[in-house]
């Protein structure tokens, strides 16, 4: 059970009562004073929400002061330069992809020393906890981060263009779709006038390449092996190939999806909210552009599976968690701030925001969370999605490794190779990145 908390903590030490600092540019770490600095990346939405959390939090420790640093479009860099300056903030935002090379470089705590000397919150976390967002952020050995929000990807549909076909799309992820039954619904959406296509059945308003990793994965094979730490990738699986194959080819072969040059000038999203795309894929970043609109009576559903996957649908874990500088002066103050964005006052903040997902199963369960989606018929999505999904890769060479992959996977998603290409020499290139580390 969780602690009381607006209980005070056993350690802390007395910064004053002054207020939170407005939102900073990111532009430096401020004075030299005692305010706990907190750097994260946002819309001007997704802030507020933020500075809902830490307005509660400074109402039960007034004696800790926050103040706030946004990050720019180059997160990661702009990280390492604060701290190689060392003036590294004191709790930073993790995202899943990034936050092993802050790892790797003694950056961030490990947060176990913490976790250890209070066993009854650890207890209490891993019990509301989604096992595969926790350890996500488990990075050789150690735990860099707890996680603070999930936002893995699905699949939106407008709901009367699909009931219009006769088509109630699959509720939950253990009865998902199977790939040619998702072919047969795109291809019933996609509609024609004598200009051209007018309406797709498909757009991906996420990373292509990310995108059909998840095809790949859902055809029975991981993208890499293992997902934390990866030794190699699994681009030459058969399996993986075929489905990363089958999602090129909904633009490329089977003209369900628009292919990339046919996205120049208006973005999948905006093709979904205008009407003119059936159904989206993406994260829930998007429910706040594409919910509350009458001419868009949505839903979400999951991911299609191939012959080879399943039982029941996956995605990517698609999280960004809260990390505690190593060398931070304020640990102490830092731990309780983390302990409480993350915690349950935290989260059901969030849950009730609208605006993320939350990690903590007793906030995905809450009123607030489920009035927020009020619209969403289909809200075992959102709320069984962390239970369902898995890493896409934490390695530290993921910098060289996605610069590699995005050069070799873009070209069977423009259809000038096939997914079959991927194997031999190029995924031996990827592996030996890999290795490297």
Not at 56 to 75: C, K, N, Y
Request: proline content about 7%; charged content about 20%.
């Amino acid at each position: 059970m969780w602690a009381d908390p607006g209980a005070r903590v056993r350690r802390r030490t007395l910064l004053g009562s002054a207020l939170a600092a407005p939102l900073m540019a990111a532009g430096g770490c401020g004075p030299d004073d005692d305010a706990l600095t907190f750097f994260f990346q946002a819309r001007p939405d997704e802030a507020r929400v933020r500075l809902r959390i830490i307005d509660e939090f400074r109402r039960r420790h007034p004696d800790i002061r926050i103040r706030t640093l946004v990050s720019g479009p180059d997160p990661l860099q702009q990280m390492l330069t604060y701290c190689a300056g060392g003036r590294c903030p004191d709790v930073l935002m993790a995202w899943e992809l990034l936050y092993s090379g802050l790892a790797a470089r003694g950056v961030l705590l490990d947060l176990n020393t913490l976790l250890d000397r209070d066993p009854n919150y650890a207890a209490a976390l891993r019990a509301d906890s989604y096992p595969a967002l926790y350890r996500t952020f488990s990075y050789a050995g150690g735990q860099y981060a707890l996680p603070e929000q999930w936002s893995g990807v699905f699949v939106y549909y407008h709901r009367e263009r699909l009931a219009e076909l006769g088509v109630v799309p699959p509720s939950r992820w253990r009865d998902a779709w199977s790939f040619e039954e998702f072919l047969q619904v795109a291809r019933a959406a996609t509609r024609y006038d004598s200009s051209g296509r007018t309406r797709w059945g498909f757009v991906d308003a996420w990373v292509p390449y990310f995108s059909a990793a998840c095809f790949g994965m859902n055809n029975g094979a991981e993208w890499f092996t293992p997902s934390v730490d990866p030794t190699r990738t699994n681009l030459g699986d058969p399996r993986f190939a075929a489905g990363f194959q089958f999602y090129a080819d909904l633009a490329v072969r089977h003209g369900v999806a628009p292919k990339t040059a046919e996205t120049l000038s208006i973005s999948a999203p905006d093709l979904f909210r205008s009407g003119r795309a059936a159904m989206a894929l993406g994260g829930h970043w998007l429910f706040s552009e594409f919910a509350g609109h009458d001419d868009l009576p949505l839903d979400v559903t999951v991911l299609p599976v191939g012959p080879h996957g399943g039982p029941g649908a996956i995605t990517d874990v698609g999280s960004t968690g809260l990390a505690i500088a190593a060398d931070s002066p304020r640990i102490e103050q830092a731990w309780e701030f983390v302990k409480f964005a993350t915690g349950p006052v935290g989260q059901a903040i969030i849950a009730a925001s609208g605006l993320f997902v939350p990690v903590l199963k007793s906030a995905m369960e809450s009123p607030g969370f489920a009035a927020a989606h009020r619209d969403v018929r289909n809200l075992e999505v959102f709320t069984d999605g962390p239970a369902h999904s898995r890493p896409l890769a934490v390695t530290p060479a993921w910098g060289k490794v996605s610069a590699l992959l995005d050069r070799g996977c873009n070209r069977v998603l423009r259809g000038a190779a096939t997914a079959a290409s991927l194997r031999g020499r190029f995924a031996a290139e990827v592996d030996a990145l890999l290795r490297a580390w």
